[in-house]
């Protein structure tokens, strides 16, 4: 079974300061993908970047970076230069690689960017 | 865009009474997926699907049944609805993306309320 654990509930951050929001994983597949998703306020689930188990390099889109350590069992967001857009429900969250059995989600981190 | 469509957006219905949901996509995607999402619990897996009356369960499979019977649509019905089934649910799609990964996509949500 897979498992995502996300242990900060809630973050305020100042506008244009970067942000580090943690996840960690767990699995005894060798082969997984590794994602983040945003949730605004209005409810929409918004893909904003994916690891493969097997990429060497971290996972880079625009202001977003995956900060991926495997031995850790890691997988957190950066995101640079927040933004006051930035504010929302992010959600870490797992597959197997296969596309088949969906995705396993952690319990989501609020973030909120004051000015 | 994957073209997926969630029926109806809103629904309030009473206890004991019972409820389908619609998830309708027009892109031919072979595997679907029911969610739930609750405060503190993040998007939980309830039903998916493989194909044409190809399913299975989830990890809260109990008081939900589903069917696939044709590849465009994947109904989600609570037989007798109880109140902890109020909730967000969302469905979804995967899709595999040119990288060789599978990606997801998520309907808009439907907001059910059993009183």
């Known amino acids: 079974a897979q498992k995502i654990t996300q242990t900060q509930p809630g973050m305020f951050v100042q506008e244009k300061e970067a942000v580090t929001l943690d996840c960690t994983y767990d699995?005894?597949?060798?082969?997984?993908?590794l994602f983040w998703y945003k949730q605004p306020s209005s409810g929409e689930m918004i893909f904003l970047i994916y690891q493969g188990s097997y990429d060497e390099q971290n996972a880079t889109e625009g202001r977003y970076s995956l900060n991926f350590q495997k031995a850790r069992k890691s997988a957190n967001l950066v995101i640079s230069a927040s933004q006051l857009g930035d504010s929302a429900m992010y959600f870490c969250?797992?597959?197997?690689?296969?596309?088949?059995?969906?995705?396993?989600f952690g319990k989501g981190t609020h973030l909120i960017i004051q000015p | 865009d994957a073209g997926i469509t969630q029926s109806p957006r809103h629904k309030v219905t009473e206890t004991g009474t019972p409820v389908t949901l619609r998830c309708h996509q027009t892109e031919n995607h072979r595997y679907m997926y029911w969610y739930r999402q609750d405060p503190g619990h993040g998007l939980r897996l309830i039903h998916y699907s493989y194909g044409v009356k190809d399913t299975d369960k989830g990890e809260v499979s109990d008081g939900y049944s589903v069917s696939r019977s044709k590849t465009e649509d994947f109904l989600l019905t609570l037989e007798s609805a109880t109140s902890s089934q109020t909730s967000v649910y969302f469905c979804a799609i995967s899709e595999l993306q040119g990288s060789g990964h599978y990606g997801y996509t998520f309907g808009s949500g439907t907001r059910l309320t059993v009183v």
């Open positions: 969250a797992m597959d197997s690689g296969g596309g088949a059995d969906g995705l396993t």
């Open positions: 699995t005894s597949d060798q082969s997984y993908g």
